[in-house]
């Protein structure tokens, strides 16, 4: 091999280092903030009025507000409602949106989903406060100013989603309709009940 072509793969070497590092690999962020101290708000819609989104009947089923920190997000380009829920967010509030414990969890998306897992053999809260202080939310936004927002939103950033849980129709797809309970995911890792939430107003308290 002669010298031009050492530095060759030398030089591709090091643009596929800086592309890993400058673009790809994201370091873990780190969690020492203040965790969220109150459940998410839902008040009854009495008679709710649908409205198209789309190729998709969006029925309003409750008013929604919550307020937590974000362990994890996944964008959606190919599924069958991407085209009005372009990402979800899972959040965490109360015991679960303490330091401490977020970082002896993992947490991951899997077909529309999250699972968490103890990263150790031992459950640093009750499983049951667990199941109920996290929820992975299919974010509908309302208007594209919306849109940027929440595709701005990080692990660990602390934010306020306000709107409404909904059920999302459209035709050859059976109805998508919102968990209405916090308290819906089976347990340790697997699948946690989601919420459909239209939203009308989206704030990052805090990076």
Same mark, same amino acid.
């Given at each position: ?102 970082? @002896? ?63 999302? @129709? ?38």
């Amino acid at each position: 091999m002669n010298k031009t072509n050492i530095q060759l793969i030398l030089t591709c070497l090091l643009l596929v280092l800086i592309i890993y590092f400058g673009f790809i690999y994201k370091k873990e962020p780190d969690w020492n903030g203040m965790p969220a101290k109150n459940e998410p708000i839902q008040t009854e819609i009495k008679n709710p009025v649908p409205f198209k989104n789309g190729k998709f009947l969006i029925t309003p089923l409750a008013n929604y507000s919550i307020t937590g920190i974000v362990i994890s997000t996944k964008r959606y380009f190919f599924d069958s409602v991407s085209s009005i829920s372009p990402i979800d967010i899972a959040i965490a509030w109360k015991k679960m949106s303490v330091a401490d414990v977020i970082k @002896e969890f993992k947490f991951k998306h899997r077909r529309r989903a999250i699972i968490y897992t103890t990263k150790k053999d031992y459950w640093p809260i009750m499983e049951k406060e667990v199941k109920t202080c996290i929820s992975n939310n299919h974010c509908i936004p309302a208007n594209k100013d919306i849109k940027k927002k929440l595709l701005k939103i990080n692990k660990y950033d602390l934010v306020r989603i306000k709107g409404q849980l909904v059920k999302a @129709e459209k035709s050859g797809m059976e109805p998508w309709v919102s968990s209405l309970s916090r308290d819906d995911g089976p347990g340790w890792g697997k699948l946690i009940g989601c919420e459909i939430i239209y939203i009308t107003d989206v704030e990052i308290l805090k990076k």
